[in-house]
Each structure stands twice: as C-alpha cells, then as structure tokens.
C-alpha cells in the first residue's frame, strides 16, 4: 500500500513537472507576443492616465474658469447669455461643444436643460436633461424633477409621473423626496389615478414629517380620498 502511496506521489510530481515544462515552452514560443501584450496594457494605462493628468484636468480647469460667467447669468435669468455667452464669456452650450470630456460641460448640459424649461423650449429641455450624466445627489433629483416639469408642461402626464418617481427615489432625503412624491401626487390626480396619488401623500406623512409639505399633506390627502371614493 506504502509503494503504491509512493507511486501515486511521484505521478503527481510528474504531472505537475509536465504541466509546468508545457507552461514553460508555451511561454516560450509566445514570448514575443506576450511581451507586447504587456507592453499594450502597460501603454493603454499610462495613457489613460496621462490623458486624465495632462488632458482632461487642464481642460476642466479652463471650463470651470470658462463657465464660471454663464453661471452668474443664470443666477440673475440672464437666460440667452447663460446658454449663448456674451462674447467674452462663454455660454453653456459653447462649453459642452468645446469641453466634452469634462465635468463641466456635463453640469452645463443640466444648466442648458434648466435655461430651455424656463424658456418654454420644452423638447430642447429634455434632450438636455437627458443627455445629462445624473450621478450627483443633489443635481441628480432636480434634473429627473426637471424632466418631469417639461413632459408634463407638454401634456405628457405619464411620462411625467415616471420622472416625479425617479427623482423622489434618486436620493432619499427631506428635501427633494417629500417635493417630488407631492408632485408625482397631483400629476397622479391629473391621470384620475387617486388611489396612487393618496399612497404618495401618505408617503410624505409617514415618512417625512419635518419636511415642508406636511403640513398641508391632510387636505391633499382628504382630496384624494373623496375622489378615490374611500369617503
């Protein structure tokens, strides 16, 4: 039995010896290749690196330098020369043509997206809100919130009410989730869905107490129950 423990040893030693003399000569005979694949990864990541330090950094530094006006006209609703810019200045549709590839110009396209809602130009609004990278928790919100005040402003009420939804649940806060279920509320009324707009003031009650629309949520609330005829 001992022999044969011995035996089944020096087979797996043979085997592991074979396995590695294959890896051995496989390496060998792509030695070649294998270096330039290496060499491909290692320039693609210094690359990608040396893009981000030495491209896209200064870049952003020059949009937010750049933007920085269009934002100040649109503090005061200076709205043409915040999308158009004023000749010295650019406005935020330069930036997102000039500086793609950056911060900037993506909060530049929520910013265009506002200037046009404002304006009435709501199917421009939403190609801009759209297009809009929605990552931050405070942006992110108001611009699903955004999109949903252009569709509804087009008499598109579904549509609106899927934007009022995602833009309550984006980021659960006191802020901006008791805001939007209020309005995904009254847009529910509008599609005579009452039993939904009930279970969205309810929301607001149960879970956001301190927020600004609860005092009033009773009365949106009684409203919505007459209508469902739960009274």
Known sequence: AMAKKVDKTEQQMIAVEEALSRTEVFIEKNQRVLIIVIGVIVVAVLAFYGYKRLYVAPMEEEAQSQMFMAERY??????????????????????????????????????????????????????????????????????????????????????????????????????TTPMFLMRAGWTYEILGDYDKALGAYTRIQQEFPKSLQSPEIDKYKERAKILAGQE
Not at 86 to 103: A, P, R
Not at 132 to 158: C, H, N, R, S, T
Not at 163 to 170: I, L, P, W
């Open 74 to 175: 649109f503090e005061i609703d200076s709205l043409n020369r915040a999308l158009y810019g004023d000749g010295n200045y650019l406005g935020f549709i330069d930036i997102i043509e000039e500086y793609g590839v950056t911060k900037s110009a993506n909060l530049a396209k929520y910013y265009a997206g506002i200037c046009y809602l404002k304006q009435g130009d709501f199917n421009q609004a939403i190609d801009y809100l759209d297009d809009f990278k929605k990552k931050d928790q405070i942006v992110g919100p108001m611009a699903f919130g955004a999109l949903a005040d252009a569709y509804l402003e087009m008499d598109q009420p579904e549509e609106a009410v899927k934007y009022y939804m995602e833009a309550a649940e984006f980021q659960t806060n006191d802020f």
